[in-house]
């Protein structure tokens, strides 16, 4: 059985920073690109990032140059570094598998960004 | 950016009825469209990929058409346990981008 758990979340000031990470299990989690998608309070997802695996990566422009997506396969992870954090990250960030399309979400961690 | 734009937002029907839900994209994504499916308080759900294509496990009364701009999903005999918000997402292009969303309510 294919699962992702995130952790990591919690509460941050603005312009600080938090490691999320995801662990995986049931698959060969080398074989799979990996996204993070957050959504925000009451709103709808809003996909962030992506790492293929091969390590190459992708970005939406409103994350890009502030996060950093990255994997350990041997400890079968994924991350995601959040710097300069802003009022405007805080949100529930899924990571969710790839294999051509996204098939299997986590639960979720929070984010909230306050001071 | 791809845009997709949902309709309608909220779409009130009940029991046994057909749902119909369009998602419309900015520009082509050829098949390469997604919808998920987000209960209360929970993660979102794989439900068709590549416009057509149901996932595992997901029964039949689901069905997913279109091609190029235009999608649809249709819900042909809802039950209870159909009643969620159902977000379109495409794949064709990086950034990957997602509907806003239709709220199916009873």
């Known amino acids: 059985e294919v699962q992702l758990v995130e952790s990591g979340g919690g509460l941050v000031q603005p312009g600080g920073s938090l490691r999320l990470s995801c662990t995986a299990s049931?698959?060969?989690?080398?074989?799979?690109?990996m996204n993070w998608v957050r959504q925000a309070p009451g709103e709808g997802l809003e996909w962030i990032s992506f790492i293929r695996s091969s390590g190459s990566t992708e970005y939406a422009d409103s994350v890009r140059g502030r996060f950093t997506i990255s994997r350990d396969n041997a400890k079968k992870s994924l991350f995601l570094q959040m710097d300069s954090l802003r009022a405007e990250d805080t949100a529930v960030y899924y990571c969710?598998?790839?294999?051509?399309?996204?098939?299997?979400w986590g639960q979720g961690t929070l984010v909230t960004v306050s001071s | 950016e791809i845009v997709l734009t949902q309709s309608p937002a909220t779409l009130s029907l009940s029991p046994g009825e057909r749902a119909t839900l369009s998602c419309r994209a900015s520009q082509s994504v050829d098949k390469y469209l997604v919808w998920h499916q987000q209960k209360p308080g929970q993660a979102p759900r794989l439900l068709i990929y590549d416009a057509s294509n149901r996932a595992t496990g997901i029964p039949a009364r689901f069905t997913g058409s279109g091609s190029g701009t235009d999608f649809t999903l249709t819900i042909s005999s809802l039950e209870p346990e159909d009643f969620a918000v159902y977000y379109c997402q495409q794949r064709n292009s990086w950034p990957y981008t997602f509907g806003q969303g239709t709220k199916l309510e009873i």
């Open positions: 969710a598998r790839e294999t051509g399309y996204i098939d299997y």
């Open positions: 049931g698959f060969t989690f080398s074989n799979y690109g």
